[in-house]
């Protein structure tokens, strides 16, 4: 098939959400510069549905990129036996070695985050963080807790509770921790949400952003600077997240040789209003 006349296929949960969207803008750019045509299709994070399309697009492209996916390794593994290029973004879950893949530098960005803390004086840090076994959870909490290692900080326990990335569950842990006997003077939330969660928590309580509290969320999405006082986050750089995957697909549909199966854009911290030097005491 002429480089021309390529197709690859994107299978992507929805297609109308600023984290997929930022995605798919660097795939679309990405894939104008290859002159490659796309298949897009949404799985609704549905692993059946997933498993029909890739199974359609196998017939179809010459290579498909699959966003947050729903299958595990050894289904992966055995797409790629039959010699079918994909890649994955962001996988949800750990993959074998042999699985392209790219997503954010999770734990880089999470270090910067709570480094940005322990740098304004804050040592009663909490972190509210995504659902456990996740890879962006895991790898936010590697970075998390190495900084606090770093600076001779054990992490209680009790300031350390998982949630949903979303809203609703960043709002109830906060209220948990802001509740407890001794409440911490920052919260590092593992997705914005649970930050703007957190954010609705602490005031609910009159409890004053930053002066009181400080807060730090991930992802820099667009509600990160609507809410006010401004979300201090760590930038995830989803559209070089799709270009990189799409870059990466090209050369592995050519069969050349790469350095990597797996590649981690920067993330980087954004520094805006509910981060401040904790109070005298606190």
Do not use: K
């Not at 199974?55 to 492209?61: D, G, I, N, P």
């Not at 911490?184 to 914005?192: E, K, Q, Y």
Request: proline fraction near 6%; include cysteine; charged fraction near 25%.
């Amino acid at each position: 098939m002429a480089a021309s006349t390529r197709r690859i296929g994107v299978l992507v949960p929805v297609v109308f959400d600023w984290y997929f969207a930022g995605i798919l803008h660097g795939v679309a750019d990405a894939a104008y510069e290859h002159r490659l045509r796309l298949e897009l299709m949404p799985t609704r994070h549905e692993h059946a549905r997933e498993v029909a399309l890739l199974e359609e697009l196998r017939e179809e492209t010459d290579g498909a990129v699959l966003v947050l996916a729903e299958q595990s390794s050894e289904e992966l593994l055995d797409v790629l036996s039959d010699e079918y290029p994909m890649v994955v973004i962001d996988p949800r879950a750990p993959l074998d070695a042999r699985i392209p893949s790219v997503s954010a530098a999770h734990a880089a960005g999470a270090e910067q985050a709570v480094q940005h803390l322990l740098d304004l004086g804050h040592r009663r840090i909490a972190a509210i963080t995504g659902p456990p076994g996740w890879l962006a959870t895991e790898e936010r909490r590697r970075g998390c807790r190495a900084a606090l290692a770093a600076a001779g900080i054990e992490l209680d326990p009790a300031l350390e509770l998982a949630a949903d990335f979303d809203f609703e569950p960043g709002t109830q842990a906060a209220a948990e921790l802001l509740d407890a006997g001794r409440a911490p003077t920052a919260i590092f939330a593992f997705s914005d949400m649970i930050a703007i969660g957190a954010m609705r928590a602490a005031w609910a309580r009159g409890i004053e952003i930053p002066g009181e509290l400080s807060i730090v969320g991930f992802d820099d999405s667009a509600y990160a600077t609507v809410v006010h006082p401004a979300l201090t986050t760590v930038r995830q750089p989803l559209a070089e997240m799709g270009g990189t995957a799409v870059d990466l697909l090209v050369r592995l549909i050519r069969q050349e040789m790469v350095d990597t199966l797996h590649l981690e854009p920067f993330t980087r911290l954004v520094v805006r209003e509910t981060t401040a030097r904790p109070r005298p005491g606190g």
